[in-house]
């Protein structure tokens, strides 16, 4: 027990930091920059993204395990991702609709346009893609999509306050907004390549 516990936390760790969803793979960069000036909403999609793409990952482990020994299982995978990615849409609203609580409704008003956009987004299908091709056992599945969905809020956050740092007049006019964000998000992803320990070529 204590050894599947270590996996799941080093699994954990990875995502979050060596192999961050947006600084290593740019997945929900384009969410990301739409979310960078409401702090709020940033957390929610964040914490939603981890919530779907935590749950998804149990049913794809489940689809994928049999599927293992077939070479022409990366044909229709994706297809059976995006299903199972449906499915939990629909249970999480189905449950959220059932529950009346009043603190929770007023919640859940401000969250329902995020419901969609945090279980049908790159950073949740690419996550599972990559779990789908490593040999990972459902803990380590389990908690690199949990690892994957916290390094996204947290890169969110970082890219976000980064922006409010390059909002001054020291930066050109033709590289104010997308464009020094995007230079800021690559020198970081670079960053956080480092960490992962690949040398240059030359």
């Given at each position: 027990?204590?050894?599947?516990?270590?996996?799941?936390?080093?699994?954990?760790?990875?995502?979050?930091?060596?192999?961050?969803?947006?600084?290593?793979?740019?997945?929900?960069?384009?969410r990301t920059l739409l979310l960078v000036d409401d702090m709020g909403a940033m957390v929610t999609f964040g914490?939603?993204?981890?919530?779907?793409?935590?749950?998804?990952?149990?049913?794809?482990?489940?689809?994928?395990?049999?599927?293992?020994?077939?070479?022409?299982?990366?044909?229709?995978?994706?297809?059976?991702?995006?299903?199972?990615?449906?499915?939990?849409?629909?249970?999480?609203?189905?449950?959220?609709?059932?529950?009346?609580?009043?603190?929770?409704?007023?919640?859940?008003?401000?969250?329902?346009?995020?419901?969609?956009?945090?279980?049908?987004?790159?950073?949740?299908?690419?996550?599972?893609?990559?779990?789908?091709?490593?040999?990972?056992?459902?803990?380590?599945?389990?908690?690199?999509?949990?690892?994957?969905?916290?390094?996204?809020?947290?890169?969110?956050?970082?890219?976000?306050?980064?922006?409010?740092?390059?909002?001054n007049r020291s930066v050109p006019a033709s590289f104010q907004g997308l464009p020094v964000t995007l230079l800021?998000?690559?020198?970081?992803?670079?960053?956080?390549?480092?960490?992962?320990?690949?040398?240059l070529s030359f």
């Amino acid at each position: 027990m204590a050894q599947v516990a270590a996996n799941m936390l080093v699994s954990v760790i990875l995502a979050i930091f060596a192999e961050n969803a947006l600084f290593s793979r740019s997945l929900g960069v384009e969410r990301t920059l739409l979310l960078v000036d409401d702090m709020g909403a940033m957390v929610t999609f964040g914490c939603l993204t981890t919530l779907s793409v935590t749950l998804t990952s149990l049913l794809t482990y489940l689809v994928s395990f049999p599927l293992r020994q077939d070479v022409n299982a990366y044909i229709y995978k994706p297809l059976l991702f995006i299903l199972c990615m449906v499915a939990v849409y629909f249970a999480l609203s189905g449950i959220a609709r059932r529950i009346r609580f009043p603190r929770f409704v007023k919640w859940q008003a401000k969250v329902r346009p995020h419901y969609h956009l945090a279980t049908f987004n790159s950073a949740v299908l690419g996550t599972l893609m990559l779990c789908s091709g490593q040999v990972f056992s459902l803990p380590q599945t389990v908690g690199f999509c949990l690892g994957s969905g916290a390094g996204y809020t947290l890169a969110t956050l970082i890219v976000a306050e980064g922006q409010r740092k390059l909002k001054n007049r020291s930066v050109p006019a033709s590289f104010q907004g997308l464009p020094v964000t995007l230079l800021y998000i690559g020198i970081l992803s670079l960053c956080i390549y480092g960490f992962t320990g690949y040398q240059l070529s030359f």
